[in-house]
């Protein structure tokens, strides 16, 4: 059931609400919120709470308790819980249980001449929250002069590998790659048209290294496989590794043309087409998963792969495409 709650689709009270879900999957205690017109939410971090998914605390309430009110108790209870207990529980029990005072009105977050104890617990929140920003900033200025720690430690090679290919932050274009073997590796971005980013064809950083595709609407992209020898034509295996969270995903058209070179408008002008096929689009979960191989047939020289997708249809990103010859098994 769990792989039909993301494509459930919504507007922010769903993406709030599946928010919170997947923060508490994870661990991670939450705030929910209600904002004027919207609906977010807030999470815990090290470094202390966050909005997240809409506006500041300023404009945050949940549950008759306002953003700023909430926020005010994180930053206090940062000190110490036993310092909030003599500082700030103490104050509140006199003023409730032994005064008999009603609570302050937690969606202003101010004093009230009829809650005298409770008013002091306010003020005491304050000052603790005060000497946590405090504490927050010379433990920052401390870890500024601390040197980091080298990113071989305490992670394995292969992670290590992804780390540093992304703060390299490479920018460079990725390009076709045939193997010795005849397998022909194609990354998603090594687009001959478009060559950059479009609206509807972009090209982003990948946390599986290098970069990645996101397609919608109904624009084409293509792949010119040039210098193909006539001993390597014949008949591959291709497959897409891709990643999508809807259920119901549009087909991926593929045109596979021969002869002739790629046009600025992506068309296949003064080219022969060889194939045109249908490529099912797996729902992957979130997750990044092969689609199932279907075989092309790629003649000596230039060969053009273009792909497309009927509208309307939902985000799909692609990371490479992968060619075998077909007598080999991928």
């Known amino acids: 059931w769990h792989g039909r709650l993301n494509p459930g689709g919504g507007k922010c009270g769903p993406r709030a609400w599946f928010g919170r879900f997947i923060c508490k999957a994870f661990g991670i205690p939450t705030w929910g919120a209600r904002q004027p017109g919207h609906a977010m939410m ?6 202390g709470w966050i909005p997240v998914l809409g506006a500041d605390w300023s404009y945050s309430w ?16 940062a000190v110490g819980e036993d310092s909030y207990f003599d500082s700030v529980c103490c104050l509140e029990m006199i003023g409730r249980a032994v005064m008999g005072e009603p609570g302050l009105d937690a969606m202003v977050v101010m004093p009230s001449p009829s ?8 003020m005491a929140k304050h000052i603790l929250a005060k000497k946590s920003l405090a504490m927050k ?3 920052a200025a401390a870890a500024a002069v601390t040197p980091l720690p080298s990113l071989s430690c305490g992670v394995n090679e292969p992670d290590k590998n992804i780390i540093h290919q992304r703060l390299q932050a490479k920018d460079e274009k990725e390009h076709i790659i045939i193997e010795a073997d005849g397998k022909i590796i194609i990354p998603a971005t090594s687009c001959s ?32 496989i040039t210098d193909l020898s006539a001993d390597r034509a014949g008949e591959y295996s291709l497959s897409l590794r891709l990643c999508n969270v809807h259920l119901k995903q549009q087909p991926l058209l593929l045109t596979v043309s021969a002869g002739g070179a790629s046009t ?3 068309g296949t002008e003064d080219q022969d087409v060889v194939d045109v096929l249908s490529i099912v689009v797996p729902y992957t979960v979130g997750k990044w998963a092969w689609t199932g191989p279907v075989t092309i047939h790629l ?14 249809n939902f985000g799909l990103s692609i990371k490479d495409i992968i060619c075998t010859q077909a007598t080999d098994q991928y």
Do not use: I, K, M
């Open 62 to 77: 949940w549950e008759g308790r306002c953003g700023l009110d909430f926020l005010l108790e994180t930053q206090a209870r």
């Open 115 to 122: 809650s005298f104890w409770c008013s002091l617990a306010l």
């Open 193 to 224: 048209e478009p060559r950059q980013s479009t609206a509807h064809v972009q090209f982003t950083p990948s946390f599986l290294g290098g970069s990645q595709l996101h397609h919608t609407e109904g624009d084409t992209f293509e792949y010119t």
């Open 299 to 312: 003649a000596p020289g230039t060969n053009v792969l273009s792909f497309s997708r009927e509208t309307p």
């Open 42 to 47: 807030h999470h815990w971090t090290p470094a």
């Open 264 to 266: 600025s408008g992506g």
């Open 137 to 139: 900033t010379a433990a």
